[in-house]
Every structure is written in C-alpha cells, then in structure tokens.
C-alpha cells in the first residue's frame, strides 16, 4: 500500500507562483511513476505532468507551457511540482498519484493506482 499526502497549495496573484509537495509512504519504492493532475470544477481531471521514479525521466504534455517543473526526490520519497507565472486558469485542485507497474499511460488517471487527497490552488487576476 502506498499513501500519498499533497502539500503546498493555497492562494497566489496571477504571476505568482507555488511549488506543490507529495510524500509517499507505506511502500514508496514499489512506485514506479509519479504524476500530478489537476480538476477544476465541472472539467475533468487533467494531467500536469509525471516522471519515473526508477529511471529519472521526466514527461509533460505537448500542450505544457514550460511554466510547471515536476522533479523527483528519490531520497525522500517525494515529487514537487514548481508552478510559476500563474494564471487564474491555473486554478483547480491538484492531485498527486502514483503508478506501480510499467505497460500503462503516463497521463491517464485511471492508470493511476494510488491518489493524494489533493491540494488546492486559487489564482486571482
């Protein structure tokens, strides 16, 4: 079992930015990809993007922006999300998720096996 706990949220002027924690614990090294998502009321969750916990890579969408840095502390069993020059678009929850097993997406949450309880994020204009 894994469990995933988000920190770092809260509220930011548009041009702001925040960096996102996710802790693993239970059984972190069975995780093979981290990910952040986010959901924005009435839209479906969306993926920010993931890296691979055993190898190091690092994996965005095509649409990303370069504003949203994901790394991976393999240490301390954590991944951090750095957000900067937000917009109020940005506004959503984020989640953290995890991934045991390879042969899956990167980006789809339901390929995701385990799940923070998400973090909020407010950008004002």
């Known amino acids: 079992q894994v469990r995933l706990v988000e920190s770092g949220g809260g509220s930011v002027q548009a041009g702001g930015s925040l960096r996102l924690s996710c802790a693993a614990s239970g059984n972190p090294y069975a995780i093979d990809f981290m990910g952040w998502f986010r959901q924005a009321p009435g839209k479906q969750r969306e993926w920010v993007a993931s890296?691979?916990?055993?190898?190091?890579?690092?994996y965005y969408p095509d649409s990303a922006s370069g504003r949203f840095t994901i790394s991976h502390d393999v240490a301390k069993a954590m991944v951090n999300l750095q957000m900067n020059s937000l917009k109020p678009e940005d506004t959503a929850m984020y989640y953290c998720?995890?991934?045991?097993?390879?042969?899956?997406?990167?980006?789809?949450?339901?390929?995701?096996?385990?799940w923070g309880p998400g973090t909020q994020v407010t950008v004002s204009s």
């Open positions: 998720a995890a991934q045991v097993g390879y042969g899956r997406t990167r980006s789809n949450p339901a390929d995701f096996n385990y």
């Open positions: 890296v691979d916990t055993r190898g190091g890579k690092i």
